[in-house]
T-cell receptor, first 112, second 114 residues
Framework: AQSVTQLDSHVSVSEGTPVLLRCNYSSSYSPSLFWYVQHPNKGLQLLLKYTSAATLVKGINGFEAEFKKSETSFHLTKPSAHMSDAAEYFCVVSFTGNQFYFGTGTSLTVIP | NAGVTQTPKFQVLKTGQSMTLQCAQDMNHNSMYWYRQDPGMGLRLIYYSASEGTTDKGEVPNGYNVSRLNKREFSLRLESAAPSQTSVYFC?????????????FGSGTQLSVL
């Protein structure tokens, strides 16, 4: 079976502290991996994607993610949380290019 | 720059009623998708269209039909709505199908079936 798992449904951090959102995938193949963000009552927006060119991927708004094949993980990080980062984050995997499989999402709360 | 436009934004139906969700993109993308979002389940693919003139089932196609009217437009039809179809529906598009394609999303349609 091929799937994607987001390990935390909710994460709370204080403003200015690091953010870690965890994502694991299971696959026999090397997938493409993405992180999308959804602000309240909005559509989803791409944060970053792994294209196999480099294991550490930098995205928008200071986010980055590291692809670790040995751990089948693609965790999202940010050194310092901002109030505007409060949103729902989705880890997404594609194995064939025709279909994208979404994790169940992690809701990030940023405490002032 | 409109991107992906969905209509309507909100809709309430009674069980058994039919309706069509409309989606249009102005980015000259070849591929278009319909997803539904339910609490705690992420987004699940209903149908997709890899290119104009083709459509394929996704994970949860039962109870839905789609039409790729032209390159710009991809509609989703509920022939006989059921309460289980209460959800938020998102249309998305990408330049092509491919492992590294970026999806562009509309702002969603909140559908309630009573």
């Amino acid at each position: 079976a091929q799937s994607v798992t987001q390990l935390d449904s909710h994460v709370s951090v204080s403003e200015g502290t690091p953010v870690l959102l965890r994502c694991n995938y299971s696959s026999s193949y090397s997938p493409s991996l993405f992180w999308y963000v959804q602000h309240p009552n909005k559509g989803l927006q791409l944060l970053l994607k792994y294209t196999s060119a480099a294991t550490l991927v930098k995205g928008i708004n200071g986010f980055e993610a590291e692809f670790k094949k040995s751990e089948t993980s693609f965790h999202l990080t940010k050194p310092s949380a901002h109030m505007s980062d409060a949103a729902e984050y989705f880890c997404v995997v594609s194995f064939t290019g025709n279909q994208f499989y979404f994790g169940t999402g992690t809701s990030l709360t940023v405490i002032p | 720059n409109a991107g992906v436009t969905q209509t309507p934004k909100f809709q309430v139906l009674k069980t058994g009623q039919s309706m069509t969700l409309q989606c249009a993109q102005d980015m000259n993308h070849n591929s278009m998708y319909w997803y539904r979002q339910d609490p705690g389940m992420g987004l699940r693919l209903i149908y997709y269209s890899a290119s104009e003139g083709t459509t394929d089932k996704g994970e949860v196609p039962n109870g839905y039909n789609v039409s790729r009217l032209n390159k710009r437009e991809f509609s989703l039809r509920l022939e006989s709505a059921a309460p289980s179809q209460t959800s938020v529906y998102f249309c998305a598009s990408s330049e092509n199908t491919g492992l590294f394609e970026k999806l562009f999303f509309g702002s969603g349609t909140q559908l309630s079936v009573l």
